[in-house]
Nanobody
Framework: QVQFVESGGGLVQPGGSLRLSCAAS????????MAWYRQAPGKERELVAQ????????DYTGSVKGRFTISRANAENTVYLQMNNLKPEDTAVYYC??????WGQGTQVTVSS
């Protein structure tokens, strides 16, 4: 079955960095676009970044442009999210997905001093 296993979250101070990883299985990873979403307490889940099946095209929501970088390793069925210059408003549970294939358990990112 389709699975997404996110990791790499944690507590970080404002201005710090984290690298999230997502191991995917149960579908042909190299043929699907991938995305990272996040959900903050009391808010709806929002799309943060997406990457094309071959990694050549990426897109970001405005609030993370210039700070976050999405990438993928098709040979490892893994997608990454490098997050730099983190802000308190980035605090959320982060999820990866291939559009329409469901969700993993997410990984908590907390940005606080």
């Amino acid at each position: 079955q389709v699975q997404f296993v996110e990791s790499g979250g944690g507590l970080v101070q404002p201005g710090g960095s984290l690298r999230l990883s997502c191991a995917a299985s149960g579908f042909l990873f190299s043929s699907r676009a991938m995305a990272w979403y996040r959900q903050a307490p009391g808010k709806e889940r929002e799309l943060v970044a997406q990457i094309s099946y071959n990694g050549r095209s990426t897109d970001y929501t405005g609030s993370v442009k210039g700070r976050f970088t999405i990438s993928r390793a098709n040979a490892e069925n893994t997608v990454y999210l490098q997050m730099n210059n983190l802000k308190p408003e980035d605090t959320a549970v982060y999820y990866c997905t291939a559009f329409g294939l469901g969700w993993g358990q997410g990984t908590q990112v907390t940005v606080s001093s």
